[in-house]
Protein backbone atom coordinates (compact mmCIF):
# COMPACT_ATOMS: atom_id res chain seq x y z
CA UNK A 1 0.00 0.00 0.00
CA UNK A 2 1.31 3.47 -1.00
CA UNK A 3 1.92 5.64 2.64
CA UNK A 4 0.52 8.85 2.33
CA UNK A 5 2.32 11.93 5.01
CA UNK A 6 -0.49 12.03 7.49
CA UNK A 7 -1.16 15.49 9.46
CA UNK A 8 0.00 15.23 13.09
CA UNK A 9 -2.80 16.43 14.24
CA UNK A 10 -6.48 15.60 11.92
CA UNK A 11 -9.32 17.32 11.52
CA UNK A 12 -11.50 14.49 12.19
CA UNK A 13 -12.52 12.37 15.50
CA UNK A 14 -10.11 9.39 14.09
CA UNK A 15 -12.12 7.56 17.20
CA UNK A 16 -15.22 8.17 15.29
CA UNK A 17 -14.36 6.25 12.28
CA UNK A 18 -14.32 3.14 11.03
CA UNK A 19 -10.37 2.60 10.17
CA UNK A 20 -10.49 0.68 7.23
CA UNK A 21 -12.06 4.11 5.13
CA UNK A 22 -9.55 6.76 5.12
CA UNK A 23 -5.98 4.44 5.71
CA UNK A 24 -6.94 0.92 5.39
CA UNK A 25 -6.96 -1.81 8.22
CA UNK A 26 -3.41 -3.55 8.33
CA UNK A 27 -3.65 -6.72 6.44
CA UNK A 28 -1.89 -9.74 5.26
CA UNK A 29 -4.84 -12.08 4.90
CA UNK A 30 -8.57 -10.68 5.27
CA UNK A 31 -11.72 -12.67 5.59
CA UNK A 32 -15.28 -11.29 5.12
CA UNK A 33 -17.99 -12.94 7.34
CA UNK A 34 -21.14 -12.50 5.72
CA UNK A 35 -24.37 -12.71 8.38
CA UNK A 36 -28.04 -12.18 8.55
CA UNK A 37 -29.86 -10.83 11.30
CA UNK A 38 -31.64 -13.29 12.97
CA UNK A 39 -32.73 -11.52 16.50
CA UNK A 40 -32.91 -7.62 15.95
CA UNK A 41 -33.18 -6.93 19.42
CA UNK A 42 -30.86 -9.37 20.82
CA UNK A 43 -28.58 -7.86 18.01
CA UNK A 44 -28.58 -4.52 19.37
CA UNK A 45 -28.03 -6.00 22.57
CA UNK A 46 -24.75 -8.18 20.88
CA UNK A 47 -24.08 -4.96 19.11
CA UNK A 48 -24.01 -2.37 22.59
CA UNK A 49 -21.29 -4.77 23.99
CA UNK A 50 -19.28 -5.19 20.56
CA UNK A 51 -18.41 -1.64 19.62
CA UNK A 52 -15.57 -1.24 21.09
CA UNK A 53 -13.76 -4.09 19.70
CA UNK A 54 -14.32 -2.50 16.20
CA UNK A 55 -11.02 -1.02 15.13
CA UNK A 56 -11.32 2.94 14.36
CA UNK A 57 -9.03 5.16 12.04
CA UNK A 58 -7.04 6.07 15.57
CA UNK A 59 -6.48 2.77 16.24
CA UNK A 60 -5.39 2.23 12.94
CA UNK A 61 -2.89 5.59 12.85
CA UNK A 62 -1.92 3.46 16.33
CA UNK A 63 -1.16 -0.10 14.83
CA UNK A 64 0.99 1.13 11.51
CA UNK A 65 2.93 3.37 13.95
CA UNK A 66 3.89 -0.30 16.15
CA UNK A 67 4.30 -2.07 12.30
CA UNK A 68 6.72 0.17 10.95
CA UNK A 69 8.49 0.43 14.19
CA UNK A 70 8.98 -3.34 14.49
CA UNK A 71 10.16 -3.69 10.45
CA UNK A 72 12.83 -1.41 11.89
CA UNK A 73 13.98 -3.71 14.20
CA UNK A 74 13.01 -6.75 11.80
CA UNK A 75 15.26 -5.44 9.16
CA UNK A 76 18.20 -4.55 11.70
CA UNK A 77 18.16 -8.49 13.06
CA UNK A 78 18.35 -9.56 9.41
CA UNK A 79 21.33 -7.28 8.27
CA UNK A 80 23.04 -8.57 11.64
CA UNK A 81 22.84 -12.23 10.44
CA UNK A 82 19.73 -13.46 12.37
CA UNK A 83 16.69 -15.42 10.92
CA UNK A 84 14.05 -13.77 9.59
CA UNK A 85 11.09 -12.91 12.45
CA UNK A 86 7.71 -13.36 11.86
CA UNK A 87 5.57 -10.81 10.83
CA UNK A 88 3.99 -8.31 14.37
CA UNK A 89 0.65 -10.11 15.53
CA UNK A 90 -1.83 -7.84 14.56
CA UNK A 91 -6.10 -8.27 14.13
CA UNK A 92 -8.48 -5.03 12.77
CA UNK A 93 -12.56 -5.60 12.78
CA UNK A 94 -14.86 -3.05 11.23
CA UNK A 95 -18.60 -3.63 10.35
CA UNK A 96 -20.75 -2.76 7.67
CA UNK A 97 -24.99 -3.22 6.19
CA UNK A 98 -26.44 -3.48 3.37
CA UNK A 99 -30.08 -2.23 2.52
CA UNK A 100 -31.73 -5.68 4.05
CA UNK A 101 -29.58 -5.32 7.39
CA UNK A 102 -30.93 -1.34 7.75
CA UNK A 103 -34.47 -3.34 6.95
CA UNK A 104 -33.94 -5.88 9.95
CA UNK A 105 -32.61 -3.29 12.43
CA UNK A 106 -36.15 -1.07 11.25
CA UNK A 107 -33.46 1.80 9.77
CA UNK A 108 -35.01 3.83 6.73
CA UNK A 109 -32.83 4.00 4.25
CA UNK A 110 -34.08 6.99 3.18
CA UNK A 111 -32.06 8.96 5.63
CA UNK A 112 -29.10 7.96 3.36
CA UNK A 113 -30.04 9.32 0.30
CA UNK A 114 -28.22 7.16 -2.09
CA UNK A 115 -30.78 5.19 -4.60
CA UNK A 116 -28.10 2.72 -5.57
CA UNK A 117 -28.09 1.78 -1.73
CA UNK A 118 -31.51 1.13 -1.29
CA UNK A 119 -31.76 -0.66 -4.73
CA UNK A 120 -29.56 -3.27 -3.90
CA UNK A 121 -26.03 -4.27 -6.17
CA UNK A 122 -27.82 -7.36 -7.24
CA UNK A 123 -30.94 -5.26 -8.94
CA UNK A 124 -28.53 -2.68 -10.28
CA UNK A 125 -25.85 -5.36 -11.75
CA UNK A 126 -28.52 -6.12 -14.27
CA UNK A 127 -30.60 -2.39 -14.13
CA UNK A 128 -33.30 -3.91 -12.66
CA UNK A 129 -35.26 -0.64 -11.07
CA UNK A 130 -32.78 1.49 -11.61
CA UNK A 131 -33.85 5.40 -11.89
CA UNK A 132 -31.47 5.90 -14.97
CA UNK A 133 -32.02 2.51 -17.04
CA UNK A 134 -28.60 1.88 -16.47
CA UNK A 135 -26.93 -1.08 -14.79
CA UNK A 136 -23.43 -2.44 -14.21
CA UNK A 137 -23.76 -4.72 -17.43
CA UNK A 138 -22.79 -7.75 -15.25
CA UNK A 139 -23.84 -11.04 -16.86
CA UNK A 140 -26.88 -12.54 -16.26
CA UNK A 141 -29.48 -15.57 -16.12
CA UNK A 142 -32.80 -16.75 -15.20
CA UNK A 143 -33.00 -18.13 -11.45
CA UNK A 144 -35.67 -21.37 -10.94
CA UNK A 145 -38.41 -18.66 -10.84
CA UNK A 146 -37.68 -17.56 -14.32
CA UNK A 147 -36.62 -14.26 -12.90
CA UNK A 148 -33.22 -12.35 -14.55
CA UNK A 149 -30.84 -12.27 -12.05
CA UNK A 150 -27.06 -11.76 -12.20
CA UNK A 151 -25.15 -14.86 -13.34
CA UNK A 152 -22.96 -14.50 -9.54
CA UNK A 153 -22.36 -17.27 -7.35
CA UNK A 154 -25.35 -18.62 -5.15
CA UNK A 155 -23.88 -17.61 -1.94
CA UNK A 156 -24.28 -13.80 -3.46
CA UNK A 157 -27.70 -14.10 -4.97
CA UNK A 158 -29.38 -14.86 -0.90
CA UNK A 159 -29.90 -12.28 1.72
CA UNK A 160 -27.16 -10.79 2.99
CA UNK A 161 -27.94 -8.15 5.65
CA UNK A 162 -24.18 -7.28 6.58
CA UNK A 163 -20.20 -8.84 7.21
CA UNK A 164 -17.71 -8.29 9.44
CA UNK A 165 -14.39 -7.13 8.02
CA UNK A 166 -11.78 -9.49 10.13
CA UNK A 167 -7.51 -8.55 8.42
CA UNK A 168 -4.44 -9.67 10.47
CA UNK A 169 -1.19 -11.07 9.54
CA UNK A 170 -2.38 -14.84 9.42
CA UNK A 171 -5.02 -16.60 8.60
CA UNK A 172 -4.84 -18.00 12.63
CA UNK A 173 -5.31 -14.34 13.93
CA UNK A 174 -8.30 -13.70 11.78
CA UNK A 175 -9.92 -17.16 12.94
CA UNK A 176 -9.27 -16.58 16.55
CA UNK A 177 -10.92 -13.28 15.80
CA UNK A 178 -13.67 -14.32 14.10
CA UNK A 179 -14.45 -16.79 17.14
CA UNK A 180 -14.92 -13.93 19.20
CA UNK A 181 -16.65 -12.27 16.80
CA UNK A 182 -19.14 -15.58 16.88
CA UNK A 183 -19.17 -15.52 20.69
CA UNK A 184 -19.99 -12.03 20.79
CA UNK A 185 -23.39 -12.82 18.72
CA UNK A 186 -24.60 -16.10 19.97
CA UNK A 187 -23.49 -18.27 17.55
CA UNK A 188 -23.86 -21.63 17.98
CA UNK A 189 -25.60 -20.85 21.13
CA UNK A 190 -29.55 -21.34 21.88
CA UNK A 191 -29.84 -17.75 21.15
CA UNK A 192 -27.60 -16.21 17.90
CA UNK A 193 -29.02 -12.48 16.96
CA UNK A 194 -26.84 -13.16 13.71
CA UNK A 195 -26.47 -16.14 11.37
CA UNK A 196 -23.26 -16.62 9.03
CA UNK A 197 -24.45 -17.38 5.70
CA UNK A 198 -21.14 -17.15 3.55
CA UNK A 199 -17.06 -16.16 3.87
CA UNK A 200 -14.55 -15.31 1.91
CA UNK A 201 -10.52 -15.03 2.01
CA UNK A 202 -7.68 -13.64 0.69
CA UNK A 203 -4.31 -12.92 0.94
CA UNK A 204 -1.45 -10.61 0.04
CA UNK A 205 0.65 -11.69 -2.63
CA UNK A 206 4.33 -11.36 -3.02
CA UNK A 207 5.04 -7.61 -4.31
CA UNK A 208 1.72 -6.31 -3.88
CA UNK A 209 0.67 -7.48 -6.81
CA UNK A 210 -2.85 -8.46 -7.86
CA UNK A 211 -3.09 -11.74 -10.34
CA UNK A 212 -2.51 -10.51 -13.82
CA UNK A 213 1.18 -9.53 -12.21
CA UNK A 214 0.20 -5.47 -11.71
CA UNK A 215 1.29 -3.47 -8.85
CA UNK A 216 -1.90 -2.59 -7.44
CA UNK A 217 -3.11 0.31 -4.97
CA UNK A 218 -0.95 3.29 -6.66
CA UNK A 219 -3.25 6.37 -6.99
CA UNK A 220 -5.97 6.54 -4.02
CA UNK A 221 -7.00 9.84 -3.32
CA UNK A 222 -5.80 11.78 -0.60
CA UNK A 223 -8.01 13.69 1.70
CA UNK A 224 -7.92 17.27 3.01
CA UNK A 225 -7.98 17.49 6.46
CA UNK A 226 -6.21 13.70 7.14
CA UNK A 227 -3.64 13.81 5.12
CA UNK A 228 -0.68 16.31 5.14
CA UNK A 229 -1.04 17.86 2.26
CA UNK A 230 1.58 20.14 1.88
CA UNK A 231 3.94 16.91 1.78
CA UNK A 232 2.32 15.17 -0.53
CA UNK A 233 4.04 13.61 -3.79
CA UNK A 234 3.38 15.31 -7.22
CA UNK A 235 -0.21 14.36 -9.05
CA UNK A 236 -3.32 14.56 -8.22
CA UNK A 237 -4.21 16.74 -5.42
CA UNK A 238 -6.04 15.91 -2.16
CA UNK A 239 -10.30 15.65 -2.50
CA UNK A 240 -12.42 17.13 -0.05
CA UNK A 241 -13.37 14.79 3.14
CA UNK A 242 -16.92 14.81 2.25
CA UNK A 243 -16.17 12.66 -1.27
CA UNK A 244 -15.29 9.58 1.21
CA UNK A 245 -16.93 10.62 4.45
CA UNK A 246 -20.71 11.62 4.56
CA UNK A 247 -21.29 14.92 6.36
CA UNK A 248 -18.03 16.54 5.81
CA UNK A 249 -17.35 19.17 2.93
CA UNK A 250 -17.54 17.97 -0.58
CA UNK A 251 -20.29 15.36 0.09
CA UNK A 252 -23.07 15.70 -2.78
CA UNK A 253 -25.72 15.44 -0.48
CA UNK A 254 -25.84 18.59 1.56
CA UNK A 255 -28.57 17.03 4.37
CA UNK A 256 -26.27 14.67 5.76
CA UNK A 257 -23.97 16.84 7.70
CA UNK A 258 -25.14 16.47 11.38
CA UNK A 259 -27.14 13.08 12.89
CA UNK A 260 -25.97 9.76 13.09
CA UNK A 261 -24.65 9.54 8.93
CA UNK A 262 -22.11 11.52 9.92
CA UNK A 263 -18.45 9.97 9.48
CA UNK A 264 -19.81 7.26 7.74
CA UNK A 265 -19.20 5.87 4.27
CA UNK A 266 -20.49 3.33 1.16
CA UNK A 267 -18.86 0.45 0.60
CA UNK A 268 -19.30 -1.30 -2.85
CA UNK A 269 -17.69 -4.84 -2.68
CA UNK A 270 -17.29 -6.75 -5.97
CA UNK A 271 -16.16 -10.69 -6.12
CA UNK A 272 -14.29 -10.47 -9.31
CA UNK A 273 -13.16 -13.71 -10.65
CA UNK A 274 -9.68 -13.01 -13.07
CA UNK A 275 -8.96 -15.54 -15.67
CA UNK A 276 -5.24 -15.34 -15.93
CA UNK A 277 -4.24 -17.72 -18.59
CA UNK A 278 -6.84 -16.50 -20.72
CA UNK A 279 -5.59 -13.17 -20.80
CA UNK A 280 -2.49 -14.19 -21.08
CA UNK A 281 -3.42 -16.64 -24.37
CA UNK A 282 -5.41 -13.43 -25.90
CA UNK A 283 -2.10 -11.01 -25.43
CA UNK A 284 -0.12 -13.46 -27.10
CA UNK A 285 -2.34 -14.01 -30.06
CA UNK A 286 -2.89 -10.39 -30.63
CA UNK A 287 0.47 -8.84 -30.50
CA UNK A 288 0.69 -8.32 -34.86
CA UNK A 289 -1.95 -5.04 -33.24
CA UNK A 290 1.52 -3.13 -31.91
CA UNK A 291 4.23 -5.17 -33.88
CA UNK A 292 6.98 -2.87 -34.69
CA UNK A 293 10.30 -4.24 -36.56
CA UNK A 294 13.16 -5.45 -34.08
CA UNK A 295 11.00 -6.03 -30.95
CA UNK A 296 10.90 -9.31 -29.32
CA UNK A 297 7.48 -11.33 -28.75
CA UNK A 298 8.09 -11.04 -24.76
CA UNK A 299 8.28 -7.42 -25.56
CA UNK A 300 5.39 -6.97 -27.81
CA UNK A 301 2.94 -9.11 -25.08
CA UNK A 302 3.60 -6.67 -22.57
CA UNK A 303 3.51 -3.56 -24.69
CA UNK A 304 0.03 -4.81 -25.22
CA UNK A 305 -0.80 -5.71 -21.63
CA UNK A 306 0.50 -2.26 -20.73
CA UNK A 307 -1.10 0.35 -23.20
CA UNK A 308 -4.47 -2.12 -21.91
CA UNK A 309 -3.86 -1.54 -18.37
CA UNK A 310 -2.32 2.21 -18.87
CA UNK A 311 0.33 1.00 -16.50
CA UNK A 312 3.44 -1.17 -17.00
CA UNK A 313 3.40 -4.58 -14.43
CA UNK A 314 5.79 -2.23 -12.21
CA UNK A 315 3.34 0.27 -11.83
CA UNK A 316 4.70 2.77 -14.18
CA UNK A 317 2.58 5.29 -16.56
CA UNK A 318 2.77 4.61 -19.89
CA UNK A 319 1.73 8.16 -19.96
CA UNK A 320 5.60 9.04 -19.06
CA UNK A 321 7.76 5.88 -19.98
CA UNK A 322 5.05 5.00 -23.02
CA UNK A 323 7.50 2.27 -24.46
CA UNK A 324 9.55 0.19 -22.18
CA UNK A 325 8.99 -0.63 -18.30
CA UNK A 326 11.11 1.36 -15.57
CA UNK A 327 11.24 0.06 -12.04
CA UNK A 328 12.84 3.77 -11.30
CA UNK A 329 9.74 5.33 -12.53
CA UNK A 330 7.71 3.00 -10.64
CA UNK A 331 9.71 3.47 -7.04
CA UNK A 332 9.77 7.36 -7.51
CA UNK A 333 6.89 8.73 -5.80
CA UNK A 334 7.40 12.07 -7.61
CA UNK A 335 6.98 10.54 -10.94
CA UNK A 336 4.42 7.82 -10.39
CA UNK A 337 1.36 9.39 -10.31
CA UNK A 338 2.58 12.96 -11.93
CA UNK A 339 1.28 12.95 -15.37
CA UNK A 340 -1.61 14.01 -16.99
CA UNK A 341 -3.99 12.82 -20.24
CA UNK A 342 -5.20 15.73 -21.47
CA UNK A 343 -1.79 17.18 -23.19
CA UNK A 344 -2.50 14.58 -26.01
CA UNK A 345 -5.63 15.31 -27.01
CA UNK A 346 -6.82 13.20 -30.14
CA UNK A 347 -3.18 11.12 -30.59
CA UNK A 348 -2.71 8.74 -28.04
CA UNK A 349 0.38 7.74 -28.91
CA UNK A 350 1.29 7.75 -25.08
CA UNK A 351 -1.94 6.12 -23.21
CA UNK A 352 -5.01 5.20 -25.38
CA UNK A 353 -8.12 6.49 -24.46
CA UNK A 354 -9.43 3.33 -23.11
CA UNK A 355 -6.43 1.94 -21.08
CA UNK A 356 -8.02 0.80 -17.46
CA UNK A 357 -6.68 3.79 -15.60
CA UNK A 358 -7.78 6.34 -17.86
CA UNK A 359 -11.00 5.07 -17.67
CA UNK A 360 -11.17 4.95 -14.23
CA UNK A 361 -9.11 8.29 -13.35
CA UNK A 362 -9.91 10.39 -16.06
CA UNK A 363 -7.43 12.79 -14.78
CA UNK A 364 -7.53 16.16 -17.00
CA UNK A 365 -9.57 14.25 -19.27
CA UNK A 366 -12.76 15.60 -17.16
CA UNK A 367 -12.39 19.11 -15.16
CA UNK A 368 -11.28 18.74 -11.91
CA UNK A 369 -14.73 19.29 -9.97
CA UNK A 370 -16.31 16.21 -11.82
CA UNK A 371 -13.35 13.91 -11.02
CA UNK A 372 -12.79 15.09 -7.65
CA UNK A 373 -16.17 14.17 -6.50
CA UNK A 374 -15.90 11.00 -8.29
CA UNK A 375 -13.11 9.32 -6.42
CA UNK A 376 -13.36 6.02 -4.77
CA UNK A 377 -11.37 4.89 -1.82
CA UNK A 378 -10.23 1.37 -3.25
CA UNK A 379 -9.16 -1.38 -0.91
CA UNK A 380 -8.63 -4.77 -2.64
CA UNK A 381 -6.67 -8.04 -1.63
CA UNK A 382 -6.44 -10.84 -4.19
CA UNK A 383 -8.24 -14.04 -3.61
CA UNK A 384 -7.06 -17.85 -4.93
CA UNK A 385 -3.45 -19.22 -5.60
CA UNK A 386 -1.75 -17.80 -8.08
CA UNK A 387 -1.89 -19.59 -11.62
CA UNK A 388 -0.41 -22.59 -12.47
CA UNK A 389 2.00 -24.15 -14.79
CA UNK A 390 -0.60 -26.56 -15.91
CA UNK A 391 -3.43 -24.03 -16.07
CA UNK A 392 -0.63 -22.09 -18.34
CA UNK A 393 0.02 -25.01 -20.38
CA UNK A 394 -3.33 -25.88 -21.64
CA UNK A 395 -4.02 -21.80 -21.43
CA UNK A 396 -7.52 -21.87 -19.63
CA UNK A 397 -7.94 -21.63 -16.02
CA UNK A 398 -8.78 -24.63 -13.65
CA UNK A 399 -12.62 -23.60 -12.79
CA UNK A 400 -11.50 -26.04 -8.96
CA UNK A 401 -8.94 -23.02 -8.32
CA UNK A 402 -10.48 -19.70 -8.58
CA UNK A 403 -8.79 -16.37 -8.22
CA UNK A 404 -9.41 -13.18 -8.69
CA UNK A 405 -10.08 -9.92 -6.41
CA UNK A 406 -12.12 -9.26 -3.12
CA UNK A 407 -12.46 -5.48 -3.95
CA UNK A 408 -14.00 -3.29 -1.53
CA UNK A 409 -14.08 0.87 -2.11
CA UNK A 410 -15.38 3.51 -0.13
CA UNK A 411 -17.10 7.04 -0.95
CA UNK A 412 -20.07 9.21 0.12
CA UNK A 413 -22.14 8.42 -2.78
CA UNK A 414 -22.24 5.10 -4.48
CA UNK A 415 -23.99 7.27 -7.31
CA UNK A 416 -20.87 10.13 -7.53
CA UNK A 417 -18.49 7.15 -7.07
CA UNK A 418 -17.88 3.24 -8.12
CA UNK A 419 -21.53 3.50 -9.79
CA UNK A 420 -20.37 6.27 -12.22
CA UNK A 421 -16.96 4.95 -12.85
CA UNK A 422 -18.39 1.44 -13.62
CA UNK A 423 -21.13 2.70 -15.45
CA UNK A 424 -20.04 5.89 -17.47
CA UNK A 425 -17.00 5.89 -17.96
CA UNK A 426 -15.38 2.09 -17.75
CA UNK A 427 -18.64 1.18 -19.88
CA UNK A 428 -19.28 4.26 -21.93
CA UNK A 429 -17.74 3.32 -25.58
CA UNK A 430 -17.40 7.17 -26.41
CA UNK A 431 -15.50 7.88 -22.79
CA UNK A 432 -13.33 9.85 -22.64
CA UNK A 433 -13.19 10.96 -26.44
CA UNK A 434 -15.87 9.03 -29.20
CA UNK A 435 -14.82 5.72 -30.43
CA UNK A 436 -12.61 5.08 -27.69
CA UNK A 437 -14.13 1.88 -26.29
CA UNK A 438 -14.30 -0.31 -23.65
CA UNK A 439 -12.74 -0.71 -20.90
CA UNK A 440 -10.43 -3.96 -21.51
CA UNK A 441 -10.35 -4.92 -18.07
CA UNK A 442 -13.42 -4.17 -16.33
CA UNK A 443 -15.60 -2.62 -18.94
CA UNK A 444 -18.87 -4.68 -20.10
CA UNK A 445 -22.08 -4.16 -21.90
CA UNK A 446 -24.65 -6.82 -23.23
CA UNK A 447 -25.77 -4.72 -25.48
CA UNK A 448 -21.97 -4.28 -27.44
CA UNK A 449 -21.38 -6.86 -30.14
CA UNK A 450 -18.21 -5.69 -30.54
CA UNK A 451 -15.80 -5.26 -27.47
CA UNK A 452 -12.88 -3.55 -28.54
CA UNK A 453 -10.63 -0.38 -28.11
CA UNK A 454 -9.07 2.19 -29.89
CA UNK A 455 -5.25 3.47 -29.89
CA UNK A 456 -3.93 -0.24 -29.53
CA UNK A 457 -0.62 1.28 -31.69
CA UNK A 458 1.33 3.85 -30.54
CA UNK A 459 1.87 4.50 -34.17
CA UNK A 460 -1.68 4.12 -35.56
CA UNK A 461 -4.53 5.34 -33.26
CA UNK A 462 -7.47 4.25 -36.07
CA UNK A 463 -6.16 0.18 -34.70
CA UNK A 464 -8.47 -0.95 -32.97
CA UNK A 465 -8.10 -3.96 -30.80
CA UNK A 466 -11.36 -6.37 -30.41
CA UNK A 467 -11.82 -8.54 -26.57
CA UNK A 468 -14.38 -11.08 -27.34
CA UNK A 469 -13.81 -12.48 -23.75
CA UNK A 470 -13.99 -11.08 -20.63
CA UNK A 471 -11.42 -11.61 -17.81
CA UNK A 472 -12.25 -9.65 -14.89
CA UNK A 473 -15.94 -11.84 -14.35
CA UNK A 474 -17.97 -10.47 -11.42
CA UNK A 475 -19.58 -13.57 -9.48
CA UNK A 476 -21.10 -11.33 -6.29
CA UNK A 477 -20.87 -8.37 -4.94
CA UNK A 478 -23.23 -5.45 -2.31
CA UNK A 479 -23.24 -2.31 -1.37
CA UNK A 480 -23.01 -1.29 2.00
CA UNK A 481 -23.08 1.17 4.91
CA UNK A 482 -20.13 1.64 7.02
CA UNK A 483 -21.13 3.57 10.32
CA UNK A 484 -19.26 5.50 12.53
CA UNK A 485 -18.96 4.82 15.94
CA UNK A 486 -21.87 7.08 16.86
CA UNK A 487 -23.95 5.97 14.36
CA UNK A 488 -23.76 2.40 15.93
CA UNK A 489 -24.22 3.32 19.24
CA UNK A 490 -27.74 5.12 17.89
CA UNK A 491 -28.89 2.89 15.46
CA UNK A 492 -27.50 -0.59 15.49
CA UNK A 493 -26.96 -0.91 19.33
CA UNK A 494 -29.68 -1.38 22.29
CA UNK A 495 -29.81 2.13 23.92
Not at 305 to 328: H, T
Not at 429 to 453: A, C, H, T, W, Y
Not at 461 to 466: I, N, Y
Not at 473 to 492: A, D, H, N, T, W
Amino acid sequence: MRVLPLLDEPQFDLKNIQGDILSGLPRNEQTNYYFTISDSTLFKQHMKEFIPSITTALNVKEDRKTIEDYKVKRQARLLAGHSDPKLIKNVSVNVAFSKFGHEALGIDNRDLGDNAFALGQAADAIAKGTDDGKGLGDPETLNSSGERVPRWDPEFLQRIDGFFLVTGDSDKTIQEKIGDIQSAFGVGSATPSIKHVHSISGKSLDGKIEHFGYKDDISNPAVKGFHDVVSLPPGPHAVNPGVILLGHPGDPNKSRNQGWTKDGSFLAFRYLHQLVPEFHRFLKDNVIAIQETGWKNEDLVNQLSARMFGRWKSGAPIDIVPFVDSKEVAEDQDLVNNFRFGLEQDVQKLCPFASHIRKVMPRDDRSAKVVDRSRIMRRGIPFGKTVTADEEANERSDPQTPRGMIFHCYQSSIEWGFRLVQIAWANNLDFPRPNSGLDPIIGQRKDVKERKMSGINPNDASVELEFPDQWVVPRGGEYFFVPSIEGLKQKYAAV
